[in-house]
């Protein structure tokens, strides 16, 4: 019994290295990367590996290419703000099919993330399409990286881009206002006659309201004068569900969305005058019917350049 246990005693002794780490610590165990744990300690193993990984490679492009660090940050989380919106859009719709809605019965903010994903879902389309042939994915990124306004969705663009998209986008709005006024001089002296002779006719054929209410005027007419109904029409519906919301319950940021939608520039506008602009605006289009969608459409352009500091 003695000479078991001296004979235990030394081949412990002789295995102590082996079962020790540098300096005398103890070793971790052996069966922290086996299979005993479960599916999740490996998953969980995998996770912290990779995020070591990211850290260690966000690092990197931080100290040697800063430029190239901004446009990975933009992108990451870029990534995640869409995953987080098509999740939310997703609920949306599972709703609208459970209650049985439409989309003017929804409230004013669920109406207006689908209004913004339809116009982003667009938008990517035509990248989608030319991404598919094979090794055309090289092309794209190039692409996407010489014209991000025109090819990027706004969940990749960075805080000074979205800044100087936005004020493209209102030069180019205000450089169609005279046309449109020149347009509807030229259909004023017909109006008595025949009770508004299709005035939204005339400026679709014009192309000019188009670009006033940032709608793309490379369309054939009739779809032309399609697409611009249907954008005055969903406008009006979401007028109604502001107006059941009511504009005290905006965010500020909502207020300036609201206004830029609508075709003020806000810019240089307090959430107080963005507010009152707006109020003005609803009173206006809660008084028009769904036949007035011209009257409602010009009116983007008219309480815009009415405004003083606009």
Known sequence: MALSRLGCRGLVWRLRPALSGPRGLPRPPLCCLSSRGGPGALVAAVTAAAKRVTGAYERFLRRRFPRAYVLHQTFASGVRALVLEVKEIRQIRQRMSRQRLSAEQLPYRDMERLRQFRRDLLKVLPVLVLA??????FLVLILMYLFPRQLL??????????RQFRELEDAARRGAYGAVLANLALAAP???DTRLREP?????????????????PLLPLPLLRRRLRSHVLELRALDQALLRLGLEQLHPHELRAACYLRGLNPARLEPPECRAWLQRWLRLSGQLAASEASLLAHSAVLLALNHQRA
Do not use: G, K, M
């Open 190 to 192: 017909a109006l008595p």
């Open 153 to 162: 969705i706004r969940h990749f663009w960075t805080a000074p881009q979205r």
């Open 200 to 216: 939204l006719r005339l400026l679709c054929t014009q192309r000019a309201l188009s670009r006033a209410l940032l709608l793309t």
């Open 132 to 137: 598919i042939p094979p090794f055309a994915n």
